[in-house]
C-alpha cells in the first residue's frame, strides 16, 4: 500500500487548511485512515481518524476545529483544519490500517509539513 499526503503549507493563525491522504496498491475492504502529528521534540500523536464505517476520533486540541471525511471511491482522506493555531505547527502524517481478520497492518505516508506563524 501507498500513501501519499498532501496539502500542507504556511497558514496565519485563524485560517484554514484541507490536508489530503490517497493510499494505493493492496487496498483492503475494512481499513481506517487517520491523521497523526509531530511537531519538534514531541511524541507523534493522533490528530483524527475514520474508521471504513465513518466512525470518527478526534485529540481533545482538534475537536470543534478539525472534521475528518473520507471518500471510499477514492481511497482518500480529508482533514479539514479550521481556526488554525501555532501550536498546531507539526509534520502531519497519514496512517492508512489495513484489517484482514485479526491481523492488522500499518502504512504510513511520508509527513507533509503544516506551520501556522504570523
Known amino acids: 500500500v501507498q500513501v501519499v499526503e498532501s496539502g500542507g503549507g504556511l497558514v496565519l493563525p485563524g485560517e484554514s487548511l484541507r490536508l489530503s491522504c490517497k493510499a494505493s496498491g493492496r487496498i483492503f475492504s475494512i481499513n481506517t485512515m487517520g491523521w497523526y502529528r509531530q511537531a519538534p521534540g514531541k511524541e507523534r500523536e493522533l490528530v483524527a481518524d475514520?474508521?471504513?464505517?465513518?466512525?470518527?476520533t478526534y485529540a481533545d486540541s482538534v475537536k470543534g476545529r478539525f472534521t475528518i471525511s473520507r471518500d471510499n471511491t477514492k481511497n482518500t482522506v480529508y482533514l479539514l483544519m479550521n481556526s488554525l493555531k501555532a501550536e498546531d505547527s507539526a509534520v502531519y502524517y497519514c496512517?492508512?490500517?489495513?484489517?484482514?481478520?485479526?491481523?492488522?497492518?500499518?502504512?504510513w505516508g511520508q509527513g507533509t509539513q503544516v506551520t501556522v506563524s504570523s
Open positions: 496512517k492508512y490500517r489495513g484489517e484482514d481478520g485479526p491481523a492488522r497492518y500499518d502504512y
Open positions: 475514520i474508521s471504513h464505517y465513518d466512525t470518527t
